[in-house]
């Protein structure tokens, strides 16, 4: 029964990929773009995109993340199958997020319909546990080694070997409930009771998820053991110093910026909703930031920690450690639950935390991804071997083992902290005034011009031969940005816009 449904909605809501129109490739020359374009060209241009992508790229209402010019080929992150669909940035919910922008700009039910067909698949493959895989094959094999909400909802409780691990790795399974959430606040979603009802299942699950400390797992199959310990970290006398090949799914993870993420869905399902649980459950995660900085002289974080708060390995090239980049992601997570809360007890930790960083630099204002336990002696791994080693004259070249980059982020997120929490408040919010929109069009406008100049025949971009999904998400917002802020501005902007005419003499 379930391969008959999966087959059904294939052939009910997509074509065969093979039987798709081709996508062009752009065109040899560039063409002018004014530098403040018309609102009904860029309005034209974010159809044509979002039309294209409905009837060429989307399989059952979900999207992949690069698709070949002659749409034989669908791939999303080491994975190709004509009918496979992303959930990780910038796939399913990122295009999703789009058409409902576009749409509470514009009005055009063209997006949302666009929207409701990214709701079916977000729905179709939303997992038993509540969350959502890194990415779903409409193709048998894939779909019946997993158990779903729906089979849930058909009486099909016993999981047996299927697996349902909801990620938060990478912004996966939260960015899923971000576009759902979004969805259900349209008032044409209020009565859309499937709709709500997996928002709701998600939303649920993600908090019973919560550890008795306060964080999450990189991934869960059902609510949080209740008998875990609340901790302070510590560092193991010994550790292995070769990679044990363990399960690290389990571990509290902030990695990529998970709990970052975790963050700013439940602040925003707060704002939206005001549901207190979502404002507890951010209050506890960054009481789990107080609780998770490494003591001295090593005041940062980990990558990831087990169950008695140690720092543990992940990947066989990422060794128990204190860590930069997530120390200022721990940092930035602590300051999204300050902003929200107003408790600067979330601010405490900054001092000591921006000292051992200042400690950690390296010659060329770097940093290493991996400082040792105890010693806070850069770790690296030997190329191909990946064993561990002090000397970094041939390390693996896939992953970042020293940055140049971090510093820039240290040094601006020292320049957000700084300012009133008033003003960072007001600055997220919409420009309050006409002329407020119109600063804001004017800073939007480079970003459209760009992306129209590049747009192919077909209202696509490509690179290197392929349509790109970053790209289409980067470049949709950016119109969809522009067209809000000229909109909103009004006659502001008309009369601007009226003034930039003798310019194109």
């Known amino acids: 029964m379930k391969i008959a449904a999966a087959i059904a909605i294939l052939s009910c809501l997509t074509l ?92 055009d039910k063209l997006y949302f319909q666009a929207a409701q067909e990214v709701k079916q698949a977000l729905l179709w493959t939303q997992l038993a546990s509540g969350g959502w895989d890194t990415l779903h094959d409409f193709a048998p094999a894939h779909a019946l080694r997993r158990h779903y909400r729906r089979d849930l909802d058909a009486g099909d409780t016993e999981r047996g070997t299927r697996t349902a691990l909801s990620t938060l790795d990478d912004d996966k399974s939260q960015f899923a409930l971000r576009f759902l959430l979004e969805l259900a606040q349209l008032p044409e979603s209020k009565d859309d009771k499937p709709l709500q009802d997996a928002l709701k299942f998600g939303m649920d699950a993600l908090l019973a998820a919560q550890m008795p400390h306060g964080g999450w797992p990189q991934g869960f199959s059902g609510p949080a053991d209740p008998s875990l310990p609340v901790k302070k970290p510590s560092f193991p006398q010994e550790w292995p110093r070769k990679w044990p090949e363990l399960n690290y799914t389990g571990y509290v993870t902030l990695n990529d910026g998970n709990l970052l993420f975790v963050a700013r869905l439940l602040t925003h399902a707060h704002k939206l909703t005001q549901d207190q649980r979502y404002l507890t459950a951010l209050k506890k995660l960054g009481d789990f930031h107080l609780l998770a900085q490494c003591p001295e002289p090593q005041p940062g974080w980990a990558q990831q920690y087990n169950a008695n708060m140690e720092p543990v390995w992940a990947r066989k090239f990422e060794p128990p450690s204190v860590t930069p980049h997530e120390t200022l992601w721990a940092m930035q997570t602590l300051h999204e639950v300050w902003l929200a809360t107003g408790d600067d007890k979330y601010k405490a930790p900054y001092e000591a935390a921006f000292a051992w960083l200042e400690r950690c630099k390296l010659p060329g204002n770097q940093h290493a991804r991996f400082y040792e336990l105890h010693t806070n002696k850069p770790l690296y791994f030997v190329k191909d071997a990946y064993e561990l080693t002090y000397d970094d004259s041939n390390l693996p070249t896939h992953y970042s083992f020293k940055s140049s980059g971090l510093q820039g982020e240290i040094d601006a997120f020292k320049k957000l902290i700084a300012r009133p929490r008033d003003e960072q408040l007001a600055k997220r919010a919409d420009p309050p005034t006409p002329n407020a929109w119109l600063s804001k069009a004017k800073g939007a406008a480079p970003k459209a011009a760009a992306a129209l100049s590049t747009q192919n025949e077909e209202g696509v971009w490509t690179q290197d031969n392929m349509i790109d999904g970053s790209i289409f998400v980067k470049n949709m917002h950016a119109m969809i940005n522009y067209l809000e802020a000229a909109r909103n501005a009004g006659h502001e902007f008309d009369k601007f816009s009226s003034e930039q005419q003798p310019d194109k003499q």
Do not use: C
């Open 16 to 107: 065969h990929a093979g039987d798709k129109p081709a996508a062009k490739p752009p065109p040899a020359s560039t063409p002018v773009i004014d530098a403040y374009p018309d609102v009904e060209t860029v309005s034209r241009a974010v159809k044509k995109a979002a039309s294209f992508a409905r009837t060429s790229l989307s399989i059952a209402g979900g999207y992949a993340t690069r698709w070949s010019l002659n749409l034989k080929k669908y791939q999303t992150f080491g994975t190709e199958s004509p009918t496979v669909i992303a959930i990780e940035d910038p796939g399913t919910p990122s295009v999703g997020l789009v058409m409902i922008r576009a749409y509470q700009v514009t009005g």
